[in-house]
């Protein structure tokens, strides 16, 4: 099996020596865009290096190929016995872990994604024709300024203008529904039992004030809803690229040490496809490079301005000054990854702290509170003392009482699992 060995060691020193290679063809490459002296200096130093390290590689390689030894096979038995021989030895090499990636590969089938593009609908375009001209004049005088910033933070797939004609007219459309069920209620009341729909027997004036905040009080929510809508988005958007953000940073770190091409970190980031929303800020980055022209630093600043992570930003800034500076891209990123990661870990800490006070409050509130006021109402029913309840009653009493506040709990954790981005 020594034979087999050498040869093995042969095709590593091959792989060191193409991978070598490939890290002097990606320095030659960025060597001749590189116009600050020191810089380009370091990136010369560094093509030497890897040169004397190919130097020596080859030796090795050369070393290694004179002292393998072949011999021609006897006969066919002798040939099928070492492939024999080779085939075990190379199970015997592979890792669980490749097994395991080599499977996944043979069942992969390639599929090719398609992009269906998306058309505006009907009510988008009409909201258009009647509120366009009006928002755009809006707009030239700095009308809705942060209800604008806040939508291109957020990365809702709306312009400004479409959105803004889309809040106009879906207050407008909330007013005449909500007119609509004034109308029903103002005439007619809903009961829990047949017929579920009865006339009203009590005064149309007194009616007409129990029932006025309907139409009032519908277009208003709507209207603040959809107005307020973009910044929660970008508060949640936040939360998720922030929560991401530790992992780039390492990643990029990694990537970095390379000596590659900036623009090129944030391509292979984004071709991993693991960070899909740390992944959307840096497809607006290349989208600035690759189709407005921009250079990397304008882009950073630019992006900068317009993500919706306060981290992400600092990133960004930090980023186009060390380029600007002739800095170290590795110990800049790795130096904020530890920092990212600080953060991160604390966030965890408080997040659990805070899951362990949200639990004592559900013990008490759902667990021990149902008990004590369902005695006291059976201690009030014998006693006749205040309000006597039927048995019944009681029971329907503490049951709704205990699904409210379930269910109140569970909407509540949904919120703030989509604020913290997980």
């Known amino acids: 099996m020594s034979t087999i060995e050498d040869i093995d060691k042969i095709n590593e020193e091959i792989v060191k020596e193409k991978n ?44 290694r190929i004179l002292k393998l030894e072949l011999k021609r096979f006897s006969s066919e038995k002798e040939k099928e016995s070492f492939e024999k021989k080779v085939i075990e030895y190379k199970k015997d090499q592979l890792s669980d872990l490749e097994r395991n990636a080599l499977e996944r590969l043979k069942q992969k089938s390639n599929v090719v994604e398609k992009k269906v593009e998306k058309k505006p609908s009907k009510y988008y375009e009409f909201a258009n024709k009647l509120f366009a001209e009006k928002v755009k004049e809006m707009l030239k005088e700095q009308r809705f300024r942060e ?18 004609s889309l809040m106009f007219l879906n207050t407008i459309v909330s007013f005449f529904i909500a007119m609509i069920i004034f109308a029903f209620f103002l005439n007619f009341n809903l009961v829990p039992e047949f017929p579920i729909i009865v006339k009203i027997t009590e005064p149309i004036a007194l009616r007409l004030l129990k029932l006025i905040w309907i139409p009032l009080g519908t277009p208003i929510f709507v209207y603040f809803f959809m107005y307020s809508l973009p910044s929660l988005e970008k508060k949640s958007l936040e939360k998720k690229i922030d929560g991401e953000l530790p992992f780039v940073a390492i990643h990029m770190s990694a990537i970095s040490g390379s000596m590659i091409d900036p ?11 693991e960070y899909p929303n740390v992944g959307k800020e840096f497809n607006k980055l290349l989208n600035e490079i690759n189709i407005y022209g921009y250079d990397l630093v304008t882009a950073l600043r630019d992006i900068a ?34 920092t990212l990661l600080l953060d991160y870990r604390l966030e965890k800490e408080k997040d659990a702290k805070s899951a362990e006070t949200f639990m004592d409050m559900y013990i008490s509130i759902v667990i021990a509170t149902p008990m004590v006021l369902m005695l006291l109402l059976v201690m009030m029913k014998i006693s006749g003392i205040g309000i006597s309840l039927p048995t019944d009653m009681i029971t329907f009493l503490v049951v709704g009482a205990v699904s409210l506040i379930n269910i109140l709990f569970l909407l509540f954790l949904q919120i703030k699992q989509s604020n913290s981005g997980e």
Do not use: C, H, M
């Open 147 to 164: 209800l604008t910033q806040n939508l291109v933070k957020s990365n809702l797939e709306y312009t400004s203008i479409t959105y803004i």
């Open 305 to 338: 301005l317009n993500t919706p992570s306060q981290k992400l930003s600092e990133l960004f800034n930090g980023l186009s000054t060390t380029i600007t500076s002739g800095g170290d891209l590795y110990n800049f990123f790795d130096k904020r990854a530890q």
């Open 263 to 273: 623009v090129k970190i944030f391509s292979i980031i984004v071709s991993t496809r």
């Open 20 to 63: 070598i290679f490939l890290e002097l063809t990606l320095i030659n490459e960025n060597i001749a865009s590189i116009k600050d002296p020191y810089e380009k200096n370091e990136f010369l130093k560094k093509f030497r290096e890897e040169k004397e390290k190919l130097k020596k590689e080859n030796l090795e390689l050369k070393k």
